[in-house]
């Protein structure tokens, strides 16, 4: 199978959606977008195998994910996701592998009512690289919207993703461990909470890095410092109950890879942000507030600062 002969057969099906505002798809040079009168936002995200998923990783899965990371980002910015480009490098076009990949990617695509829309086939070490294009008919939720008095909130639980990859060999086979694999695997972009949450939130981002690495991002875009209350973080039972609530705290602070998102809500606006984010069914929990002045301060029950906190994880560190 040639590269012409695998786009054909596995990428070009998932680009034959009913969609009007992709005015030329897969199959020219370009992909040809109807553009409308909103705003175009855009992101991209680059997997590499044995750096973001362990290469052993089911296809279907490695598939989901990276199209999920790149909703994680658009979502962040309360955009509504419209458009993949692929990007995929591959040691060989093996037929099977590239039916489940493209499996997995489409059912992150249908998800969120995503078309792919064009890319690029190469041969070379597994890397996939995937760019989405959302629209936005309204001003964008950045980082940088948040002030002091702000309410730090996060949705879902936090360092199922890095317990995942923590997780001891002998533990993998209980049911605890499954469920964060599938977290790690499967996050869920909350595509869905981000837009409803767009009016009455000051800022957002998603916790790609660790809940303190990317607090602090928001925070110094923002202008502010942070105050993020250890005791307060949301922890899923099964993290709690494979490395016990102290380890679960420093995998929620400082693991990267579940994909929640963090809001600065003002505290006027956190009744109707919890009445919405019930609505959707997913869990907000405050975590901290920003404050004036600078840096992320870790506090305790009693509200002293730590000392030593968990940095997130960084890419060339
Ligand atoms: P060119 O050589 O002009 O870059 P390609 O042969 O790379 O063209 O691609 C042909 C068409 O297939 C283009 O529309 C391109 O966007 C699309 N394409 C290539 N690889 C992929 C892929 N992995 N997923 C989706 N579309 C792809
Ligand atoms: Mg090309």
Same mark, same amino acid.
């Not at 693991?255 to 956190?270: C, H, K, Q, R, T």
């Not at 109707?272 to 870790?298: D, F, K, Y």
């Given at each position: 199978?040639?590269?012409?002969?695998?786009?054909? +057969?596995?990428?070009?099906?998932? &680009?034959? !959606?009913? #969609?009007?505002?992709?005015? *030329? $798809?897969? /199959?020219?040079? @370009?992909?040809?977008?109807?553009?409308?009168?909103?705003?175009?936002?855009?992101?991209?995200?680059?997997?590499?195998?044995?750096?973001?998923?362990?290469?052993?990783?089911?296809?279907?899965?490695?598939?989901?994910?990276?199209?999920?990371?790149?909703?994680?980002?658009?979502?962040?910015?309360?955009?509504?996701?419209?458009?993949?480009?692929?990007?995929?490098?591959?040691?060989?076009?093996?037929?099977?592998?590239?039916?489940?990949?493209?499996?997995?990617?489409?059912?992150?695509?249908?998800?969120?009512?995503?078309?792919?829309?064009?890319?690029?086939?190469?041969?070379?070490?597994?890397?996939?690289?995937?760019?989405?294009?959302?629209?936005?008919?309204?001003?964008?939720?950045? +980082?940088?919207?948040?002030?002091? &008095?702000? !309410?730090? #909130?996060?949705?879902?639980? *936090? $360092?199922? /993703?890095?317990? @995942?990859?923590?997780?001891?060999?002998?533990?993998?086979?209980?049911?605890?461990?499954?469920?964060?694999?599938?977290?790690?695997?499967?996050?869920?972009?909350?595509?869905?909470?981000?837009?409803?949450?767009?009016?009455?939130?000051?800022?957002?981002?998603?916790?790609?890095?660790?809940?303190?690495?990317?607090?602090?991002?928001?925070?110094?875009?923002?202008?502010?410092?942070?105050?993020?209350?250890?005791?307060?973080?949301?922890?899923?039972?099964?993290?709690?109950?494979?490395?016990?609530?102290?380890?679960?705290?420093?995998?929620?602070?400082?693991?990267?890879?579940?994909?929640?998102?963090?809001?600065?809500?003002?505290?006027?606006?956190?009744?109707?942000?919890?009445?919405?984010?019930?609505?959707?069914?997913?869990?907000?929990?405050?975590?901290?507030?920003?404050?004036? $002045?600078? /840096?992320?301060?870790?506090?305790?029950?009693?509200?002293?600062?730590?000392?030593?906190?968990?940095?997130?994880?960084?890419?060339?560190?």
């Amino acid at each position: 199978m040639d590269e012409f002969g695998l786009i054909e +057969r596995y990428f070009a099906p998932l &680009g034959e !959606v009913e #969609a009007d505002d992709v005015l *030329l $798809g897969i /199959g020219d040079d @370009a992909a040809v977008l109807e553009a409308g009168d909103g705003r175009l936002v855009v992101a991209v995200d680059t997997l590499v195998a044995d750096v973001h998923f362990p290469r052993d990783t089911p296809p279907e899965d490695i598939g989901y994910r990276v199209v999920a990371v790149n909703l994680s980002d658009l979502a962040a910015m309360a955009a509504e996701p419209r458009f993949a480009t692929l990007a995929l490098t591959l040691p060989a076009a093996d037929a099977g592998w590239l039916e489940r990949f493209a499996r997995g990617f489409g059912e992150a695509c249908g998800e969120h009512g995503v078309v792919l829309v064009g890319g690029d086939t190469t041969r070379g070490p597994l890397t996939v690289t995937v760019q989405l294009i959302g629209r936005l008919a309204h001003a964008p939720l950045t +980082r940088g919207g948040g002030a002091p &008095g702000d !309410v730090l #909130a996060v949705s879902g639980t *936090l $360092g199922d /993703g890095a317990g @995942a990859l923590a997780c001891a060999p002998d533990k993998a086979d209980t049911a605890a461990a499954r469920y964060l694999l599938a977290r790690f695997r499967r996050p869920s972009a909350r595509v869905s909470l981000a837009r409803a949450l767009r009016a009455c939130a000051h800022a957002a981002i998603d916790v790609s890095d660790g809940l303190l690495a990317d607090v602090r991002h928001l925070a110094g875009r923002s202008g502010c410092g942070a105050d993020v209350e250890r005791e307060r973080l949301p922890l899923s039972e099964q993290l709690v109950s494979l490395f016990g609530r102290e380890r679960a705290l420093d995998l929620a602070l400082g693991g990267g890879d579940d994909y929640e998102l963090v809001f600065a809500i003002p505290p006027a606006a956190m009744g109707e942000a919890t009445s919405a984010a019930r609505e959707l069914g997913i869990p907000l929990t405050t975590v901290g507030t920003l404050r004036p $002045g600078a /840096g992320v301060r870790l506090l305790d029950r009693q509200g002293r600062a730590l000392e030593g906190t968990p940095a997130g994880y960084r890419h060339f560190a």
